[in-house]
């Protein structure tokens, strides 16, 4: 997982939590089902039965991989349609590439974030490089899609590519834990994402044995997941598994620990903590659209049958057919 990393963990900034502040408390733990997307990738769909209420602003993460891909098996997505929301395509092992009707598009791997505000629509595509298919190889990532409030669903489409070296990067007290962050603010050491809706995205990797408290702003929401290896969170040491997602309730820390025995593929523990400030209006969504009506999804699909959300560019066209593609992530 070549994440964006330092050799040396005790030269960052230490985040310091105030042990009297209020900590956040577990109300579920969920599995995330195993499933598959686009092409036919395989994914963990993080957020599966957990309430939209506890999730705002967030709607859907997948957890694209971990595979180990041979020669000619890697695989992206067709071209399909977006409107009304944010996907944050955060790559741990891989590469991507990604393009869309509006001429943007780039490739991001190993540590890099593809943040796209899809707003009023576009058609969109991501795959691996055909160099990549050719070689094979591993592939890890994430997508999340976060939420748009009703004054910014149709705003004009644009992207952010966010450079693992533009991460923030900072350190526990202890210095047993490394923390990345993407978006948002942790004790002062502020991610590269700029949001519409106040969010932070914060990737952890905690060694075993360590554990680290964060600082979580009291107005946000709170969840925690994990792509690989096995700990605990909040001060009772809840329990937490690979694959699994914790939502905690009201509080301003958020605690986090790692096992001290690890399996041999993942020496540490690696969590995605998630929170943003609600947005609390109505949702209406359906594939690859989230409205506030569902008069407005229809509308959102009868635009897209129409063409309204641009055309495919020309030296793109063999990857796919928008008209038969299945909408995905």
Do not use: C
Request: glycine share 12%; net charge negative; no cysteine.
């Amino acid at each position: 997982m070549p994440a964006v990393t330092v050799p040396d963990w005790t030269v960052l900034p230490r985040v310091v939590s105030v042990p009297a502040h209020e900590g956040r408390e577990v109300v579920s733990i969920t599995t995330a089902p195993q499933g598959y997307e686009g092409e036919g990738f395989p994914v963990r769909r993080a957020f599966a039965g957990v309430d939209l209420r506890h999730l705002d602003p967030f709607i859907h993460m997948d957890q694209m991989g971990e595979v180990e891909y041979a020669p000619g098996e890697p695989k992206g997505t067709p071209w399909h349609p977006h409107r009304g929301f944010e996907t944050v395509t955060y790559m741990l092992d891989g590469v991507f590439d990604h393009s869309d009707s509006h001429g943007g598009g780039g490739s991001i791997t190993d540590g890099d974030t593809q943040w796209m505000t899809a707003g009023s629509g576009l058609l969109h595509i991501e795959a691996p490089p055909e160099w990549l298919v050719a070689k094979g190889g591993l592939f890890h990532g994430l997508q999340l899609w976060v939420n748009l409030p009703k004054s910014m669903k149709l705003a004009t489409p644009r992207y952010q590519d966010l450079r693992s070296s533009e991460v923030g990067l900072a350190t526990s007290s202890d210095a047993g834990t490394l923390i990345r962050v993407i978006a948002g603010d942790v004790d002062g050491v502020q991610g590269p994402g700029s949001t519409h809706t106040p969010m932070a995205m914060v990737h952890l990797t905690v060694s075993p044995g360590a554990e680290v408290t964060l600082p979580w702003r009291a107005d946000f929401n709170a969840l925690v997941y994990v792509m690989s290896g096995d700990g605990y969170v909040t001060g009772s040491r809840r329990a937490l598994r690979s694959g699994q997602l914790a939502v905690l309730g009201f509080g301003e820390t958020i605690t986090v620990g790692a096992d001290q025995q690890q399996d041999s593929r993942h020496p540490a523990m690696e969590v995605v903590v998630l929170g943003g400030l609600p947005i609390r209006e109505p949702i209406a969504m359906a594939g690859p659209f989230v409205m506030n009506t569902r008069a407005e999804v229809l509308t959102a699909y009868e635009d897209y049958s129409k063409g309204r959300f641009g055309q495919i560019p020309a030296q793109e066209m063999p990857h796919g057919d928008v008209a038969g593609s299945t909408p995905g992530a």
